[in-house]
């Protein structure tokens, strides 16, 4: 009867070892970055699956974030989100399609007259990528990284380009990101009393941390644990929009202060100096 309790035991702490969790030491590791490049959108999502951008900065900015994204080792981007056509989100786009592949790049389907608009449509002519004009969501999957690409609730009026920005939620390792673009005014309204799931660890504040009616609506919606805003030392975020956040008490990372440097590794996020 010894011998048969021992062996059940044996048997039972060798089935426990099988079935533990994988060490966090071997879980894959996910580095998001928003660059400090003035008040403009220029973020990477990487992991050793894919490197993702969402925007690309001011058309003087091109040339820094391809340094930038050298320098992490990134050679080339599985996906390139452009998330409305303002030229502080598509300025630098041509240069980085000019020098780097990109398997597919997503934007709106707007269109509108602007010089970097019209030096954006020459680059998508030139380049191998996928070429995706979204009229509806997508989703999209990169090893650990589930992205989903929401389009804009609010009908194009010809002049509010913010308001048409695309949303893009991504979850990893049980965590949850929502980059929101410049999403303001009805847009910003529509998602947040709308049946979209807000709620996320880290939220990139829309519009560079200006203030919107809705911000303390979308804290509450979001509840996020981290706050990136793509502000500058210029132009940086209102102090509405911070007062409005301090009930939630988030971690503030404003890339007016450097790059910012986020990293996701067994399920815990952590800001890097």
């Not at 050793?48 to 091109?62: F, L, N, T, V």
């Not at 929401?150 to 979850?171: A, H, M, R």
Request: net charge negative; with cysteine; charged share 25%.
């Amino acid at each position: 009867m010894k011998r048969l309790t021992l062996l059940l035991l044996i048997l039972l702490l060798l089935f426990g070892c099988a079935c533990s969790p994988i060490d966090s030491g071997d879980t894959e590791k996910l580095d998001i970055y928003a660059f400090s490049i003035g008040k403009a959108d220029a973020l990477l999502l990487k992991t050793s699956d894919a490197a993702i951008m969402i925007d690309a900065g001011e058309h003087g900015d091109g040339d820094k974030l391809v340094a930038k994204l050298q320098a992490l080792g990134v050679e080339k981007l599985d996906l390139m989100i452009l998330t409305h056509l303002d030229k502080d989100h598509i300025g630098g786009a041509d240069i980085l399609i000019d020098a780097l592949p990109i398997d597919r790049i997503v934007l709106p389907s707007y269109g509108k007259e602007s010089k970097q608009y019209t030096q954006l449509l020459a680059a998508l002519t030139q380049t191998d990528a996928e070429v995706s004009y979204l009229d509806q969501d997508l989703s999209l999957g990169y090893g650990d990284l589930e992205l989903t690409i929401w389009v804009s609730p609010v009908l194009y009026d010809g002049k509010s380009d913010n308001e048409q920005s695309l949303i893009t939620k991504v979850l990893c390792q049980g965590k949850s990101f929502l980059f929101m673009g410049d999403a303001e005014g009805k847009e910003l309204e529509k998602l947040i009393f709308g049946t979209r799931n807000l709620t996320c660890d880290v939220l990139k504040l829309p519009h560079h941390g200006v203030y919107d009616e809705n911000t303390f609506a979308l804290m509450t919606a979001a509840m996020p644990s981290y706050v990136i805003i793509c502000d500058s030392e210029k132009n940086p975020a209102a102090k509405e929009t911070l007062q409005a956040m301090e009930l939630y008490d988030p971690v503030i990372l404003q890339t007016k202060d450097g790059d910012v440097h986020l990293t996701v590794s067994g399920g815990v996020i952590k800001a890097e100096e």
